[in-house]
């Protein structure tokens, strides 16, 4: 274990802020000037450094190239009014790596090492955080595996890093999902459950086919028989009818997502009635088809909030009431926005400031 950490700092030559369009941010295409990095050798965490955002050198015998020996987090800092950075749970975020990185064999990073490698990033890059409505400083850890050895086995050297990237307002535009019944990402057993590289990779084909017919992402369904909901692409999924907010259960084939945790505990505040269990297919088609089904939203980082206006199953298109008349998911953005802005009382205790 590490009690101190002293991280190395070599700076840019010349800012890349000067030519960044802050009116122009596509999600993930930007990076801040520099980047947190953090070797894993014998057995313990060395090497702190933040350096210039750039290409590095990877064995090409990696097992994380090969073999997907790499995981992920997604957290975002805000500008606060009086210009003070906002991170929003972090410390959540660093739990998870480490749920992520006990089942993929990898050493956690220790609290210190995370949080220090943080707040020293956001210092060097604070420039970077933008300011507009909607917009954010998106934050991406990693750990990967980075031994030369193309066995298959668990490694011995990793390294762990934090890159960048200011984003404007995502997805805010209504979202069309396709229940997916034949595809699958998760099932009981597996790393669903673990922000593991290869999850995402599997997904890309299927969600491509459902783009082909013109849906934006899917929902994934149970991989036994496909009758049960489990979430979407990178978001957990919600819906809203008899005035209750409804989520599928955690499992290990569903993704414990923050903002999910977080709208839950919000919604349960106001005395709102909120279930966590298994929701059938079938249930929300009923609900579809009878025009009972009040929301439905996909609940991220990335997006925070993303509307659904309609949702395929088995050939068939259905709409869902317009989404200006959605009451609940506009309150849980506002409320949630405010929180993480800021502008409104931490009173959930989620707010780590710098
Ligand atoms: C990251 C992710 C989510 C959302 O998690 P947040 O912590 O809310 O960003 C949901 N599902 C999957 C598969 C994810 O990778």
Redesign the pocket.
Known sequence: MVDTIKITLEGVTESRLPQTDFNNLPFGKVYTDHMFMADYRDGQWKNFRIVPYGHMLVSPATPAIHYGQSIF???KAYLGTNGEVLIF?PH??LQ?LNLSADRMCMPPVPEEIFMEGLRELLHVDKAWIPSAPGSSLYIRPFVFSADEYIGIRPSQDFTFMIIMSPVGAYYSNPVKVKIETHYT??VAGGT?YA?AGG??GGAIYPTKLAAQEGFHQLIWTDGVKHEYIE??????VMFVFNDTLVTPALSDS?????????IVKLAQSWGMKVEERKVSVKEIVAHLTQGTLQEAFG????ATIANIEAIGYEGNLYTLPPVEQRVIAHKIYQELDAIKRGTQPDRFGWIMKL
């Open positions: 987090e997604g957290m749970r959540d975020n998870r990402r998760a669903g922000k999850n995402y979430e979407s692409g990178t978001m957990n569903i993704l414990a997502g923050i903002t999910r945790d977080s609940v991220g980082t990335a």
